[in-house]
């Protein structure tokens, strides 16, 4: 087991480097958050797989045994796409966790350590196994979540807290409390979840409402325990500033930042107008590696962006263009104008046609008080009713 006395950063590397050396390692603990990798998913499972490891080392030392067990958290994607996490990066660089020291999704086979009955699994920020890990549940000894409870969810009251509170790490933070304050006097354990509540609850924002009382003790326990100065709206900024911060972001990584599909299109949203994405020399060739990627004969990107109080927004339907004469249009055009048809016919964006560019459709959208949350519908309709030619 791994010597904790020196800190977060150091039990991380240390717990990657005997996983990966191939170490005799009898059973493997790992604390995995939910799909979206958001900043609460990541710091609940950092969090508590350092809490879990330093009651482990406890126990060890007082049976005076080292029983080959070894605890991990794991960040529940793949690692290539851990930059476009702007906040979370941001966040856990600044506590001195260096991407090096963290195991990703794609590097440690879950389903084989189940087969071989090593695996110890627990859940964080959500309580239903995804798709890819159905039929492991025996293998999970605890689950902590702070969503509505689903009803497909079946674990026993003995393994399971799942309490309506603003942010995961609220609850993480309540256990360790209770059990072993001193973990929160380390500075990069409060303050991590110090900001990750903040942010979680929009810094106790009376409108939005996403907070409890708990959220409230807890927060101000790691003030006192940790011995925080920042303050809750400077830390708040700065994480709302990280998260919308795409400087370092490449174009075909601004194009799945903020993006969901439907109907296997690949619908993104940028922080920019679309028609300012489509000036870049590495445009076309984005958008094609991004349809080919995602496996998609269309794609629709939708731009916005703010002056002062105005906001301004377009949108772009994309479709590969593998037509060899230029006759009839081929399958994916025929899509991508059933969409836009669906979009001016039955939408309230009204749409205006600026151009068309490397086989696609650049539109101005005059009302701008409509989001993707509306165009996702309308392009599911289309999609339902499409018949190729
Ligand atoms: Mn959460």
């Known amino acids: 087991m791994v010597d904790v ?28 958050g939910n799909e979206s990798c958001d900043l609460d998913s990541a710091v609940s499972s950092i969090i508590y797989a350092y809490f879990l490891c330093i009651r482990f080392s406890e126990e060890e030392k007082d049976r005076n045994v080292n029983n080959g067990s070894i605890i991990i958290p794991v960040l529940n ?48 920020d959500h309580h239903i196994l995804p798709e890819d890990l159905q039929g492991l549940e025996n293998s999970v000894i605890k689950v902590i979540d702070h969503r509505p409870i689903d009803k497909k969810s079946n674990w026993s009251n003995e393994v399971v807290i799942i309490e309506p509170v603003g942010s995961c790490t609220t609850l993480v933070a309540d256990e360790i409390i209770k059990e072993n304050k001193n973990i929160m006097t380390n500075e990069n354990v409060a303050l991590l979840i110090y900001g990750t509540i903040i942010l979680d609850t929009y810094c106790f924002s009376e409108t939005v409402k996403r907070y409890t009382d708990l959220d ?8 006192i325990l940790g011995k925080i100065d920042i303050s809750e709206d400077d830390l708040f900024n ?16 601004l194009l799945i930042k903020d993006m969901k599909t439907v109907y296997n299109i690949p619908i993104s949203t940028l922080t920019t107008l679309a028609q300012d ?32 109080d105005v906001h301004y927004r377009d949108v772009y339907v994309y ?3 593998d037509s060899t004469d230029n006759e009839a249009p081929c399958e994916a055009q025929q899509k991508a104008d059933f969409i836009v048809q669906h979009l001016i016919d039955y939408s309230l964006l009204d749409l205006e046609l600026i151009k068309t ?6 539109f101005k959208q005059k009302d701008t008080t409509w989001t993707r949350k509306h165009v996702i519908p309308v392009v599911e309709n289309a999609c339902k009713y499409f018949i190729p030619q």
């Open 5 to 32: 006395s020196l800190g977060l950063g150091t039990f991380l590397s240390t717990s990657k480097h005997i996983f990966e050396s191939g170490n005799e390692i009898n059973d493997v603990t790992v604390v995995i």
């Open 77 to 124: 994607i793949e690692r290539k796409y851990y930059p476009l996490k702007t906040e979370v990066k941001y966040f856990l660089n600044t506590n001195n966790i260096c991407e090096d020291s963290i195991v990703f999704r794609n590097e440690i086979d879950l389903v084989k350590l189940h087969e071989e009955k090593k695996l110890k699994l627990v859940l964080v």
């Open 216 to 223: 409230r003790e807890i927060v101000n326990q790691c003030k």
């Open 238 to 253: 700065q994480l709302k500033e990280s998260k919308n911060d795409v400087s370092q972001l490449s174009a075909p990584q």
């Open 277 to 308: 994405f489509l000036q870049k020399v590495e445009a076309h060739e984005s958008i094609k590696s991004h349809c080919k990627e995602f496996n998609a004969s269309v794609c629709i990107i939708l731009g916005v962006d703010w002056h002062e």
């Open 319 to 321: 479709y590969e263009d």
């Open 357 to 362: 560019i490397y086989s696609g459709y650049l």
